[in-house]
């Protein structure tokens, strides 16, 4: 049953690979909590209260409520799919609830540090120079996601109208603007790109980029100025961030992003009210 749902997730709702190795996870822990817990039962035979107790077990290990929705929506959508194919003739989940979602503001980099480590951090002026600061301009430059920069071709640069095209979440493609200096950083680069290849980012052989590399270049040069979260995500929140705190619309920033919902972009508008509280206790004389 699990293999033809991750077939139905593959062919028909052309998810992408990264979001059914999730859907496989989960559902495999799943049925090791069937297999330790009810050997007896199958996955078809389960109802809502040996749900429940999955969901019980996961809180209790102290994972977060926001890896144990995704679980749910997996569970969610899983028998959603064998009731459609009349592999059960109830739905166990409909009873299922998510779990409140903890609020955690993202981590940003401040404008300072940024500046400093794309005015003043010195990169070789080599290949490998020009790329890592490329990967870093480029997350911060347009909020894009790391699978979304391994998967940017040379075609998808647009320096008429300094645009990138972005292939998303879903296949959603969407049109990201960039500034002069990214402009000149692309340009420094594909100058010294040692192999010709279709996409933008490379390793120094010609061969596509690999998340393992980017997150190691991230993580170096935010070392340099002392952030403590270092990840190309830490990126993406510091580019929309920044955006907001300059007074970019809530909108805008939610297309640029390639959110689905307007609520996925909010959580950033909290570090842009704790800033201007800030501002107002320095200012205002009744603060």
Do not use: C
Request: aromatic share 10%; charged share 30%.
């Amino acid at each position: 049953m699990i293999a033809n749902f991750l077939k139905y997730l593959e062919y028909e709702k052309r998810y992408s690979k990264h979001t059914i190795v999730s859907y496989h996870t989960d559902l495999d822990q799943f049925q090791q909590y069937i297999l330790n817990n009810f050997p007896e039962l199958s996955l078809s035979d389960v109802d809502y209260h040996i749900l429940r107790s999955w969901v019980v077990s996961l809180v209790d290990k102290k994972i977060e409520n926001t890896s144990v929705n995704r679980k749910i929506a997996t569970l969610r959508s899983f028998y959603k799919f064998l009731l459609k194919r009349e592999y059960i003739k109830e739905d166990p989940t409909w009873k299922l609830k998510a779990l409140k979602k903890s609020k955690k503001l993202p981590h940003f980099v401040n404008e300072e540090d940024m500046l400093r480590l794309l005015d003043h951090v010195e990169f070789d002026e080599d290949f490998f120079g020009f790329r890592n600061k490329l990967i870093i301009e480029m997350l911060y430059g347009t909020g894009i996601r790391v699978a979304e920069l391994l998967n940017l071709k040379e075609h998808d640069v647009n320096f008429k109208n300094q645009t990138i095209k972005v292939l998303g979440k879903r296949n959603k493609e969407r049109i990201i603007p960039f500034s002069d200096n990214l402009e000149s950083s692309i340009k420094k680069y594909q100058v010294v790109k040692a192999i010709s290849s279709n996409y933008l980012l490379t390793t120094d052989s010609g061969e596509q980029l690999y998340p393992m590399l980017v997150y190691r270049v991230v993580k170096k040069y935010l070392s340099l100025v002392n952030v403590d979260k270092r990840s190309p995500h830490v990126l993406r929140h510091t580019y929309a961030t920044h955006l907001l705190n300059k007074g970019a619309e809530l909108n805008a920033v939610k297309d640029l992003l390639g959110h689905t919902s307007l609520a996925a972009t909010q959580v950033y508008t909290h570090n842009s009210i704790e800033k201007l509280k800030t501002v107002f206790k320095k200012a205002h004389p009744k603060a």
